[in-house]
């Protein structure tokens, strides 16, 4: 079972920044694909940044140019930055990473943008 771990999460104003972190208690090397997904109350999960384990990188059209979802293979950790937050961007969000025998999900960090 592998086990992730997200962190980063937090209060932030309009227009400041956060960092996410997602620590796999497995390597990453090589992983079949991560992203992180988001939930903001009273709506469904989304889908804010893909990375396919050839490098091949998707983001959703709200986070375009203001998110950059990464990894440090030494690390185990895939990071999601995001920059220029709105309040809109509040929800929990949550990484997953694909290996060749399932999917794995974290437990979820808040991040909350304040106006």
């Known amino acids: 079972q592998v086990q992730l771990v997200e962190s980063g999460g937090g209060l932030v104003q309009a227009g400041g920044s956060l960092r996410l972190s997602c620590a796999a208690s497995e390597s990453i090397f090589r992983f079949n694909g991560a992203g992180w997904y988001r939930r903001a109350p009273g709506k469904q999960r989304e889908l804010v940044a893909a990375m396919s384990s050839g490098g091949t990188i998707n983001y959703a059209d709200s986070v375009k140019g203001r998110f950059t979802i990464s990894r440090d293979n030494a690390k185990n950790t895939v990071y999601l930055q995001m920059n220029s937050l709105k309040p809109e961007d509040t929800a929990v969000y949550y990484c997953?990473?694909?290996?060749?025998?399932?999917?794995?999900w974290g437990q979820g960090t808040q991040v909350t943008v304040s106006s």
């Open positions: 997953n990473v694909a290996y060749s025998l399932g999917g794995y």
